[in-house]
C-alpha cells in the first residue's frame, strides 16, 4: 500500500487500482494537480482490500489487473451495501465495446481508455463526479 | 481428293499402307513372274513383263523409302498416300485389263489386298481407288473392242474369241470390283474402329492410373458416395484420418461411418449434412461446395474440426455421386489461434508503453509539472502525436487479425444515416482544422437507412476520411450521400494529389501495404485495408477513383434498407 500524497484531511479520497506503476504515477499527479488525495493498490485483491478501509471517494478501477480482475472487484463494490454508493471509473487498455457495455452494466459511472483520454480529462471527469457544483 | 486422316496417326497409317501394298506386290508379281518364266521361257513378252513388275516394285520401294523419311510435313506424307492411290488405281486397272477381267484369277489376288490396303486410310480411299480403277477398267475395254485401241486384242485373248461374252464379263467384273471395294471399306471401318477403341481404351486407362495416383498420394481424405450417400470410394488418407479402413468404410452410410457435428458439438443430422445434400448441389449447378466450421467424428469417437470440398459427379446431367475432400485442420486452428494470440499479447505490450509516454505528455501539457515553454509545448506536441499514430498502428493490426480469422462480432441493424454522418464530422473536426481543411456534407433529398453495424460502418468511414484528410494539403474534402436502388453510395472526395492504378490496386492489399514504406503525410496504410474488410462484412462494396488532377474519391456502398 502506498499512501503517497495524502496532503489533506478534507481533501476527497481517489483509489486507483493499477499494476502498471508508471500509469498509476500518471493518475496520480493528475489528481494531486486537482487537490484530491491518492491511495494505490497494484492488484485487484489489495484494491477491492482498500475500498473496504479506506471508503475512498471515488475509485478509479483498470480492468485487467493481477489476482483479482477490474470486473470482479467492481462486482464485489457493487454487491455490497455498504461500498455500493462509491463512484467506480472503469478504464482498460483494450477498446472493445463488449468489455465497455459489461462495466456499465455492473455499474461503473464511466469509462475511459487507458493511453487515450489524458490523465487530466479523466481528473475533470472525477471533479464533475464528486463536486458537481464546481464545474 | 484429301486423305481422310489429320492425326497424329496419318503418317503411321500411311507407313504401313504403302509398305503392305508393297509386300503384296512382291509376293503376287515374283510368283507369277517366276511361273511365267517356267511356262514360256524368257521371250519377248515375258521380259517386257519382268521389265514392267521391276519398275513398279522399283517405284514403290522408293515411296516405302520415302514414307519413312523423317520429314514433318504431313503434306509430304499426304502427296505420297496419293501417289500410292494413284499408282494403285494404274495397276490394278492394268492388270484388269491385261488379264481379262474376272477371267483371271491374278486379276482377283491385286484387286483384295489393294483394297484393304487402301481401308487402312478411309473411305475416300478405297472408294477412289475402287472406283475408278472400274471406271477406267470399263472404258478401256469398250474402247478396245470398239477397236479404238491400236494394237488389236490387248485384252484377253479368250474375250476376243467370242465376243459376246464381253458385255457380262465386263459388267460382272465391276460388280464385283464395286463390291470388294465395299467389302474392303466396311472392314477397314471395323478395323479402324477397332484400332480406335483400343487407343481411347489406353488414354483411358493412362487417366485411370493418374487418377488413381492422384487419389491415393493427396495429402486429403477423400470419400465418394452415391446419391443415397453410400460410401462407394476411399482413399488411404481417409483411412489414416477416420481410423476406418477401406472394407470396412465402402458400402455403407457416410452419415454411420463418419458421423458430422456442428460448432457447438451437436450431431448434424443427414438430411442436414452439406455432404448429402444433392438437391441443393443441384442448384450449385455442379460446383465445388465448401464446408468449415464443422467436425467429423473418428472410429473411435474422438472428433477433428475439417474444412472440406464436395463436387458431385455428373454424368449425362445427372448427378451419380458425390465426392468429398477434406482435410483435418486441428493444427492450422491451433497456428491461427497461436497468431491471434501473439498479435492480440504483442498489441497490448506495445499499446500499455506508448500509452504511458503519452499520458505522461498529456500530464506535461495539461501543465501537471509546471509552466512549459513554447518550445517544449511544441516538442511534447509532436511527441503525442507520434505516440497517437503508434496506438493507431497497434489497433488496426490487432483489428485486422480479428477481421481475417472472420471471428468478429457483427451487429446488422437499419441504421441512419445522417447521424453516422453527423458522428463522422465530429470526430476528425479537430483533425480537418489542424490542416485547415473544410468538410462539406452533401445530403441526399431523403434520409437514407441502411441495414450495417453503425459501430464497423463508422470506423469504416472514418478510415476512409482520415486517408483523405492525410492525403489533403489545401481545399475541402466533401461526403456526398445518395442512393441507387439497393444500395447508399458515401463517396468521400478530396483534392489531394491523387494516386497512379498501381498505387490504387495496392491500397486494398495487406502484403503490399506492410512491404511499402512508411507514409509521409502519417496514415498507418493499413486503414483502407481495414475498411475493406468492413465495408465486405455489411455485405458492401468499397472501390477508389482516382486521377492525379482532380484528387481521389473512395466510394462505399452499402445495402439499403428494404421496404
Same mark, same amino acid.
Given at each position: 500500500?502506498?499512501?503517497?500524497?495524502?496532503?489533506?484531511?478534507?481533501?476527497?479520497?481517489?483509489?486507483?487500482?493499477?499494476?502498471?506503476?508508471?500509469?498509476?504515477?500518471?493518475?496520480?499527479?493528475?489528481?494531486?494537480?486537482?487537490?484530491?488525495?491518492?491511495?494505490?493498490?497494484?492488484?485487484?485483491?489489495?484494491?477491492?482490500?482498500?475500498?473496504?478501509?479506506?471508503?475512498?471517494?471515488?475509485?478509479?478501477?483498470?480492468?485487467?489487473?493481477?489476482?483479482?480482475?477490474?470486473?470482479?472487484?467492481?462486482?464485489?463494490?457493487?454487491?455490497?451495501?455498504?461500498?455500493?454508493?462509491?463512484?467506480?471509473?472503469?478504464?482498460?487498455?483494450?477498446?472493445?465495446?463488449?468489455?465497455?457495455?459489461?462495466?456499465?452494466?455492473?455499474?461503473?459511472?464511466?469509462?475511459?481508455?487507458?493511453?487515450?483520454?489524458?490523465?487530466?480529462?479523466?481528473?475533470?471527469?472525477?471533479?464533475?463526479?464528486?463536486?458537481?457544483?464546481?464545474? | $481428293?484429301?486423305?481422310?486422316?489429320?492425326?497424329?496417326?496419318?503418317?503411321?497409317?500411311?507407313?504401313?499402307?504403302?509398305?503392305?501394298?508393297?509386300?503384296?506386290?512382291?509376293?503376287?508379281?515374283?510368283?507369277?513372274?517366276?511361273?511365267?518364266?517356267?511356262?514360256?521361257?524368257?521371250? #519377248?513378252?515375258?521380259?517386257?513383263?519382268?521389265?514392267?513388275?521391276?519398275?513398279?516394285?522399283?517405284?514403290?520401294?522408293?515411296?516405302?523409302?520415302?514414307? #519413312?523419311?523423317?520429314?514433318?510435313?504431313?503434306?509430304?506424307?499426304?502427296?505420297?498416300?496419293?501417289?500410292?492411290?494413284?499408282?494403285?488405281?494404274?495397276?490394278?486397272?492394268?492388270?484388269?485389263?491385261?488379264?481379262?477381267?474376272? @477371267?483371271?484369277?491374278?486379276? $482377283?489376288?491385286?484387286?483384295?489386298?489393294?483394297? $484393304?490396303?487402301?481401308?487402312?486410310?478411309?473411305?475416300?480411299?478405297?472408294?477412289?481407288?475402287?472406283?475408278?480403277?472400274?471406271?477406267?477398267? !470399263?472404258?478401256?475395254?469398250?474402247?478396245?473392242?470398239?477397236?479404238?485401241?491400236?494394237?488389236?486384242?490387248?485384252?484377253?485373248?479368250?474375250?476376243?474369241?467370242?465376243?459376246?461374252?464381253?458385255?457380262?464379263?465386263?459388267?460382272?467384273?465391276?460388280?464385283?470390283?464395286?463390291?470388294?471395294? !465395299?467389302?474392303?471399306?466396311?472392314?477397314?471401318?471395323?478395323?479402324?474402329?477397332?484400332?480406335?477403341?483400343?487407343?481411347?481404351?489406353?488414354?483411358?486407362?493412362?487417366?485411370?492410373?493418374?487418377?488413381?495416383?492422384?487419389?491415393?498420394?493427396?495429402?486429403?481424405?477423400?470419400?465418394?458416395?452415391?446419391?443415397?450417400?453410400?460410401?462407394?470410394?476411399?482413399?488411404?488418407?481417409?483411412?489414416?484420418?477416420?481410423?476406418?479402413?477401406?472394407?470396412?468404410?465402402?458400402?455403407?452410410?457416410?452419415?454411420?461411418?463418419?458421423?458430422?457435428?456442428? =460448432?457447438?458439438?451437436?450431431?448434424?443430422?443427414?438430411?442436414?449434412?452439406?455432404?448429402?445434400?444433392?438437391?441443393?448441389?443441384?442448384?450449385?449447378?455442379?460446383?465445388?461446395?465448401?464446408?468449415?466450421?464443422?467436425?467429423?467424428?473418428?472410429?473411435?469417437?474422438?472428433?477433428?474440426? &475439417?474444412?472440406?470440398?464436395?463436387?458431385?459427379?455428373? &454424368?449425362?446431367?445427372?448427378?451419380?455421386?458425390?465426392?468429398?475432400?477434406?482435410?483435418?485442420?486441428?493444427?492450422?486452428?491451433?497456428?491461427?489461434?497461436?497468431?491471434?494470440? &501473439?498479435?492480440?499479447?504483442?498489441?497490448?505490450?506495445?499499446?500499455?508503453?506508448?500509452? @504511458?509516454?503519452?499520458?505522461?505528455?498529456?500530464?506535461?501539457?495539461?501543465?501537471?509539472?509546471?509552466?512549459?515553454?513554447?518550445?517544449?509545448?511544441?516538442?511534447?506536441?509532436?511527441?503525442?502525436?507520434?505516440? =497517437?499514430?503508434?496506438?493507431?498502428?497497434?489497433?488496426?493490426?490487432?483489428?485486422?487479425?480479428?477481421?481475417?480469422?472472420?471471428?468478429?462480432?457483427?451487429?446488422?441493424?437499419?441504421?441512419?444515416?445522417?447521424?453516422?454522418?453527423?458522428?463522422?464530422?465530429?470526430?476528425?473536426?479537430?483533425?480537418?482544422?489542424?490542416?485547415?481543411?473544410?468538410?462539406?456534407?452533401?445530403?441526399?433529398?431523403?434520409?437514407?437507412?441502411?441495414?450495417?453495424?453503425?459501430?464497423?460502418?463508422?470506423?469504416?468511414?472514418?478510415?476512409?476520411?482520415?486517408?483523405?484528410?492525410?492525403?489533403?494539403?489545401?481545399?475541402?474534402?466533401?461526403?456526398?450521400?445518395?442512393?441507387?436502388?439497393?444500395?447508399?453510395?458515401?463517396?468521400?472526395?478530396?483534392?489531394?494529389?491523387?494516386?497512379?492504378?498501381?498505387?490504387?490496386?495496392?491500397?486494398?492489399?495487406?502484403? @503490399?501495404?506492410?512491404?511499402?514504406?512508411?507514409?509521409?503525410?502519417?496514415?498507418?496504410?493499413?486503414?483502407?485495408?481495414?475498411?475493406?474488410?468492413?465495408?465486405?462484412?455489411?455485405?458492401?462494396?468499397?472501390?477508389?477513383?482516382?486521377?492525379?488532377?482532380?484528387?481521389?474519391?473512395?466510394?462505399?456502398?452499402?445495402?439499403? $434498407?428494404?421496404?
Amino acid at each position: 500500500m502506498n499512501d503517497a500524497g495524502l496532503h489533506s484531511t478534507n481533501a476527497k479520497k481517489i483509489l486507483i487500482v493499477e499494476d502498471e506503476l508508471p500509469f498509476t504515477q500518471i493518475y496520480r499527479d493528475a489528481m494531486h494537480m486537482y487537490g484530491y488525495n491518492v491511495i494505490e493498490a497494484e492488484d485487484g485483491e489489495e484494491g477491492l482490500r482498500m475500498v473496504k478501509v479506506y471508503k475512498p471517494d471515488l475509485v478509479l478501477l483498470d480492468l485487467i489487473l493481477p489476482k483479482l480482475n477490474g470486473f470482479d472487484v467492481l462486482q464485489q463494490i457493487k454487491a455490497s451495501d455498504e461500498l455500493k454508493d462509491i463512484p467506480v471509473i472503469v478504464y482498460s487498455i483494450l477498446d472493445d465495446k463488449p468489455n465497455i457495455e459489461r462495466a456499465m452494466k455492473l455499474g461503473a459511472v464511466d469509462f475511459t481508455f487507458k493511453g487515450q483520454t489524458p490523465a487530466v480529462e479523466v481528473a475533470n471527469k472525477i471533479r464533475a463526479i464528486l463536486d458537481p457544483k464546481e464545474k | $481428293m484429301t486423305v481422310p486422316f489429320s492425326s497424329a496417326e496419318l503418317k503411321q497409317r500411311i507407313r504401313w499402307y504403302i509398305k503392305v501394298r508393297w509386300c503384296y506386290l512382291v509376293a503376287i508379281a515374283v510368283p507369277a513372274l517366276i511361273a511365267l518364266i517356267i511356262q514360256h521361257g524368257i521371250d #519377248h513378252q515375258v521380259l517386257l513383263d519382268i521389265k514392267i513388275a521391276s519398275g513398279a516394285l522399283l517405284l514403290n520401294g522408293v515411296m516405302v523409302i520415302a514414307s #519413312h523419311l523423317r520429314i514433318r510435313r504431313e503434306k509430304f506424307f499426304e502427296v505420297l498416300a496419293m501417289g500410292q492411290i494413284v499408282f494403285d488405281i494404274v495397276l490394278m486397272t492394268g492388270v484388269f485389263f491385261f488379264n481379262g477381267g474376272l @477371267e483371271s484369277p491374278i486379276a $482377283m489376288l491385286y484387286c483384295i489386298p489393294i483394297l $484393304m490396303a487402301g481401308a487402312l486410310l478411309g473411305p475416300q480411299a478405297v472408294y477412289t481407288t475402287g472406283v475408278s480403277a472400274t471406271t477406267i477398267f !470399263v472404258i478401256l475395254t469398250t474402247l478396245d473392242f470398239a477397236n479404238v485401241l491400236k494394237p488389236d486384242n490387248i485384252v484377253a485373248p479368250q474375250l476376243h474369241d467370242n465376243p459376246n461374252n464381253l458385255f457380262p464379263s465386263m459388267i460382272t467384273t465391276a460388280a464385283v470390283m464395286l463390291t470388294i471395294t !465395299v467389302i474392303a471399306d466396311f472392314v477397314g471401318h471395323l478395323v479402324r474402329q477397332r484400332s480406335l477403341l483400343a487407343l481411347e481404351l489406353e488414354s483411358v486407362n493412362i487417366e485411370k492410373a493418374k487418377i488413381e495416383a492422384i487419389i491415393k498420394t493427396m495429402g486429403n481424405g477423400l470419400v465418394a458416395t452415391d446419391p443415397a450417400g453410400v460410401i462407394t470410394l476411399v482413399n488411404d488418407n481417409f483411412e489414416y484420418l477416420t481410423g476406418w479402413q477401406r472394407h470396412e468404410a465402402v458400402g455403407h452410410q457416410l452419415d454411420d461411418i463418419l458421423p458430422m457435428l456442428d =460448432e457447438n458439438g451437436k450431431r448434424v443430422p443427414p438430411a442436414d449434412r452439406p455432404s448429402l445434400h444433392i438437391s441443393d448441389l443441384e442448384s450449385t449447378n455442379g460446383r465445388v461446395r465448401s464446408v468449415t466450421h464443422y467436425s467429423y467424428v473418428r472410429k473411435d469417437g474422438t472428433t477433428f474440426p &475439417f474444412t472440406s470440398h464436395i463436387a458431385p459427379i455428373v &454424368f449425362k446431367r445427372q448427378i451419380i455421386g458425390l465426392t468429398n475432400v477434406f482435410d483435418d485442420v486441428t493444427a492450422s486452428q491451433k497456428l491461427d489461434q497461436l497468431k491471434t494470440n &501473439f498479435v492480440a499479447l504483442a498489441s497490448h505490450q506495445l499499446k500499455t508503453p506508448i500509452g @504511458e509516454i503519452k499520458g505522461y505528455v498529456d500530464n506535461l501539457l495539461y501543465g501537471v509539472g509546471g509552466k512549459l515553454t513554447k518550445k517544449q509545448t511544441e516538442y511534447l506536441g509532436l511527441v503525442r502525436d507520434i505516440s =497517437e499514430h503508434c496506438t493507431k498502428l497497434v489497433t488496426d493490426l490487432l483489428d485486422i487479425t480479428i477481421l481475417e480469422r472472420g471471428n468478429s462480432t457483427l451487429d446488422l441493424k437499419p441504421v441512419r444515416l445522417s447521424p453516422i454522418i453527423q458522428q463522422l464530422a465530429h470526430i476528425y473536426h479537430d483533425r480537418l482544422a489542424k490542416k485547415g481543411l473544410s468538410l462539406h456534407i452533401v445530403k441526399p433529398a431523403h434520409e437514407l437507412t441502411v441495414v450495417a453495424d453503425s459501430d464497423k460502418l463508422l470506423e469504416a468511414l472514418g478510415n476512409v476520411l482520415a486517408n483523405a484528410i492525410a492525403y489533403s494539403k489545401h481545399g475541402d474534402v466533401t461526403i456526398q450521400t445518395e442512393a441507387t436502388k439497393d444500395f447508399a453510395l458515401i463517396s468521400i472526395k478530396d483534392k489531394g494529389k491523387g494516386m497512379d492504378k498501381a498505387t490504387v490496386s495496392a491500397l486494398f492489399d495487406k502484403d @503490399e501495404l506492410l512491404s511499402a514504406a512508411p507514409t509521409a503525410e502519417g496514415g498507418t496504410g493499413l486503414g483502407l485495408y481495414l475498411a475493406k474488410h468492413l465495408v465486405g462484412l455489411q455485405n458492401g462494396k468499397i472501390s477508389v477513383i482516382s486521377t492525379s488532377v482532380k484528387g481521389t474519391t473512395i466510394c462505399i456502398k452499402v445495402p439499403l $434498407m428494404k421496404g
